[in-house]
């Protein structure tokens, strides 16, 4: 147990709270002065509280920069979990191939957290010198990590998923690129209709590479 990660959650909480209860007090004077009321230390009623300001010296663009970082990497050992139909209860290493001092940092200061989101599934973190064959490597800022994916799914029906949704998004895209290419369409079809029709075709487009590098992957497991 981390009593200094502990007490510092407990101090931003209690502050937050504070700081909502100012503010909601203006529409509900009764219920937030009851919850005011209820915490040790009062000196007053909260209708008598200083109305709060916020400068710029409450940013701290370190702290915001180590969130991004540790929101980054687990959003995308989700996407990879959930492109490759890995089971949520099956948890899995993360494996640490390269990473810089802030990096280092910023998972010492949030293991806690990075390690109890159960959509990423993470178990530990483990240094490495290479990244076993089929794991997939996750590029953050400063460090690069791999997730084994070996026994965590079933390689032959996930290839068999994701050659079928290919299939059927080869057929979306020889629609839709046909469509673009038709000089009837273009020439009759309102504006907003041929802009949508681009952003679908790079959005299929896109959803087509990801599959593709899932799919190469998958061939390298087994």
């Not at 890995?86 to 990096?103: E, H, I, R, W, Y």
């Amino acid at each position: 147990f981390d009593t200094d990660y502990a007490d510092e959650t407990r101090q931003t909480m209690a502050w937050a709270l504070d700081q909502l209860l100012i503010l909601m007090h203006p529409v509900m004077p009764f219920v937030t002065e009851e919850i005011w009321g209820l915490a040790e230390g009062r000196e007053g009623l909260l209708v008598t509280t200083d109305w709060p300001t916020y400068g710029a010296e409450l940013i701290d663009e370190s702290a915001t920069a180590e969130l991004n970082w540790v929101r980054d990497l687990i959003e995308k050992v989700r996407r990879i979990r959930g492109e490759m139909n890995v089971p949520k209860s099956l948890k899995a290493p993360l494996l640490q191939l390269s990473c810089d001092a802030a990096g280092e940092a910023a998972w010492a200061r949030n293991e806690v957290i990075i390690l109890r989101d159960r959509e990423a599934g993470i178990e530990g973190l483990t240094v490495v010198n290479e990244a076993p064959k089929g794991a997939a490597t996750i590029a953050v800022e400063g460090a690069t990590f791999a997730l084994p994916l070996e026994g965590l799914i079933d390689v032959a029906a996930e290839k068999a998923r994701l050659e079928k949704s290919l299939g059927k998004l080869a057929k979306e895209l020889g629609g839709l690129r046909g469509r673009l290419k038709n000089p009837k369409f273009l020439e009759s079809a309102p504006d907003e209709v041929i802009a949508e029709t681009k952003e679908n075709l790079a959005a299929r487009e896109e959803e087509e590479t990801r599959l593709n590098t899932a799919l190469n992957l998958l061939k390298d497991v087994g």
